[in-house]
């Protein structure tokens, strides 16, 4: 529908923080950085038929290819 006085647009309480809202969300997401990441887990089976084992890092995925190397080479019993 088309406005008649277009000088002025009133805002009322609720949209403006609303916008601001919309608009940080938005500044955050333009600034978002990708970050390669891996997921490390531990699958394994006793072989006595209780089934197969699976166990994951408590803190989540893994950053930095270092930390992931050394996991790796723990889980191996390559320590180096």
Do not use: A
């Not at 403006?16 to 970050?35: A, D, G, M, N, Y």
């Not at 006793?46 to 992931?68: A, I, Y």
């Amino acid at each position: 529908f088309p406005l008649r006085d277009v000088r002025c647009i009133s805002y009322g309480p609720c949209q403006t923080p609303t916008l601001w809202f919309c608009v940080q969300r938005h500044k955050q997401i333009q600034s978002f950085v990708r970050e390669p990441y891996w997921e490390v887990t531990l699958q394994g089976d006793f072989g006595d038929g209780r089934g197969p084992l699976e166990f994951s890092l408590k803190s989540g995925n893994v950053t930095d290819e270092r930390m992931l190397r050394e996991i790796s080479n723990v889980l191996r019993g390559t320590r180096q």
